[in-house]
């Protein structure tokens, strides 16, 4: 019998990676290109072709692609659409499911990047063996992924947990959101959402910082959590302001969901304790009393390269 593989894909605003991945996980081979969200999607098809065919030439005969699982930014499953991507000039609706299964003649399976990741924290990582767990991903934006009973809530329109978009501020002030609302959670607690709290901080302190030469669209995440762990008292402060935040609406998704663990991934969990330990304090604070000291909140320990086992994890999944 043949060795069956699936392709996974991290369709990124940056990057898209994608490689070859045995049912345990295993990566054969992988690679990236650049995403180019603003040149036209016929063109990024194209690319993924050249890139998928030279993976598959690597194959070995006794080894049989299966199924292509992928995970890409405000994907819908139900459509197997991307639906108005910010940050990609592909248009309101595109169709990649069926784009992709038209070039390679093969199923393919479709999920945000968030819910992606949690299949693959479930399958491969750090909620191996557990069966209710929250997924945050703390990047450009913030996404969720809910495992519920062993299984990704998907909800009635294929769009459960966008814990981005939660409001957390009803001041008629409060931050603007590239989804539209104000006050959104992740327009605090997201690389973008700490780069604004950094440049109130900057307004508001006297404190010297080499963060106050460094432009808007300079400072990283790693740039902000690199100045903390120097001990910077503006990155610090912003870290406090951002763990407050998270671990008020932890405190709340608790209160929805019961689960056993939170999982951080992303450019701001790179923080590491600087960003953990805040949160665990601000969660367990609000926390109602059934749930105190029984949720864990961790770092997931996937490097950023792995990304793919996500929508690997989504392709092998849909045998169970
Ligand atoms: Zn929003």
Not at 141 to 170: K, P, R
Request: with cysteine; aromatic share 6%.
């Amino acid at each position: 019998m043949k060795k069956e593989v699936v392709l996974g894909i991290d369709l990124g605003g940056t990057y898209t990676k994608l490689g070859l991945v045995t049912k345990t996980g295993c990566i054969l081979n992988n690679s990236r290109f650049d995403t180019n969200a603003r040149m036209p999607f016929q063109d990024f098809l194209k690319k993924l072709e050249s890139e998928v065919n030279d993976l598959k030439s690597n194959l070995g005969p006794e080894q049989q692609l299966i199924r292509i699982g992928i995970g890409a930014p405000n994907a819908n499953p139900q459509s197997g659409n991307m639906e108005n991507p910010p940050n990609f000039k592909w248009g309101r609706s595109v169709p990649l499911a069926k784009s992709v299964e038209k070039i390679f003649d093969l199923p393919v399976v479709l999920t945000n990047d968030a819910n992606a990741a949690a299949l693959g924290e479930m399958e491969y990582g750090l909620g191996k063996g557990m069966k209710n767990f929250v997924v945050l991903t703390l990047g450009t934006g913030l996404g969720g992924g809910i495992i519920n009973n062993g299984e990704l809530l998907t909800g009635e329109h294929g769009m459960a947990a966008e814990l981005g978009h939660v409001n957390v501020d009803s001041n008629p002030n409060a931050r603007q959101c590239n989804c539209g609302l104000k006050g959104c959670l992740e327009t605090y607690v997201s690389v973008t959402g700490i780069r604004r709290t950094i440049f109130e901080l900057i307004a508001e302190m006297t404190d010297d910082s080499p963060l106050r030469s460094i432009s808007f669209d300079e400072m990283t995440g790693e740039i902000i959590s690199d100045a903390a762990l120097e001990g910077d008292t503006i990155a610090l402060r912003a870290f406090e302001q951002t763990a407050e935040a998270l671990g008020i609406q932890l405190a709340d998704t608790a209160a929805h969901l019961d689960p056993e663990a939170f999982i951080l991934l992303g450019g701001l969990s790179k923080a590491g304790d600087i960003l953990l330990k805040p949160t665990i304090d601000a969660m367990e604070r609000k926390l109602f009393n059934a749930y105190k000291g029984r949720i864990k909140v961790l770092i997931s320990k996937t490097p950023s390269e792995n990304a793919i086992l996500g929508p690997a994890a989504l392709a092998w999944n849909v045998e169970h």
